[in-house]
């Protein structure tokens, strides 16, 4: 499966792809070309070193290029930058293209995170995504997980994913790809209207491990 990573030169790109590369081909994505294949390349390195051998591969390229060929896009962007880059990627993006979206929408106050949708009466990161990328299949997944979790790839993730999405093959396929993280269990919560709920956790942890001196706190459900 060819996965594209869009914004892929970050935290959660780099764990995402070093995780994923040994069974998948894996495309990191940026603005700039040259700063995606650079990237690619010191993922590739650092898997070669850690496993040996990769059935899969890692490559870069532009953001709005490689949504044309790719199986499954994830969305690696921060909630600020989402809609130029959605509008940059739409008109190249495959009909039926899986999209996952990890965004999660907020901000920092006094009081700590705040969830925007909740307070400024918007929709859902994942809602958004869907109505700007009309023919994708928008799936809602990884708010939870720790980009610090994540980037150590020769470790486990004892963590749960919540996922939300209206497609059931789409819902199928990306939970069969966090299946193959170590330990990452996926966790069926309902159609992407209901993706508020998910994105909402993040910002509660946030505060909790805040409040309590915690580091990358998650989410496992008993």
Request: proline letters at 5%; one cysteine or more; hydrophobic letters at 40%.
């Amino acid at each position: 499966m060819r996965i594209g990573l869009v914004g892929g030169t970050g935290r959660m790109g780099e764990g995402l792809a070093l995780r994923w590369c040994p069974k998948h081909d894996v495309v990191i994505g940026s603005r700039d070309a040259n700063k995606a294949a650079s990237a690619a390349q010191g993922y590739v390195k650092e898997a070669l070193e850690h496993y040996g051998r990769m059935d899969g591969s890692i490559s870069g390229d532009e953001n709005s290029r490689l949504v044309g060929y790719c199986d499954v896009v994830v969305l690696c962007i921060p909630y600020e930058n989402a809609e130029p880059t959605l509008d940059s990627i739409a008109q190249n993006l495959r009909d039926n293209s899986i999209v996952v979206c990890p965004i999660v929408p907020m901000s920092k106050s006094k009081e700590g995170f705040i969830y925007l949708p909740m307070h400024e009466h918007k929709d859902s990161a994942a809602v958004m995504v869907s109505k700007r990328l009309k023919n994708a299949r928008v799936v809602a997944a990884l708010h939870t997980i720790s980009d610090v979790k994540l980037r150590r790839f020769n470790e486990p993730i004892d963590t749960d994913v919540l996922v939300c999405a209206d497609d059931k093959d789409a819902l199928a396929v990306v939970s069969e790809l966090l299946k193959e993280i170590r330990n990452l269990r996926p966790i069926y919560v309902g159609p992407l209207s209901l993706a508020y709920q998910v994105e909402g956790i993040t910002p509660m942890l946030l505060n909790v491990a805040r409040q309590n001196s915690l580091k990358n706190p998650s989410i496992r459900i008993a």
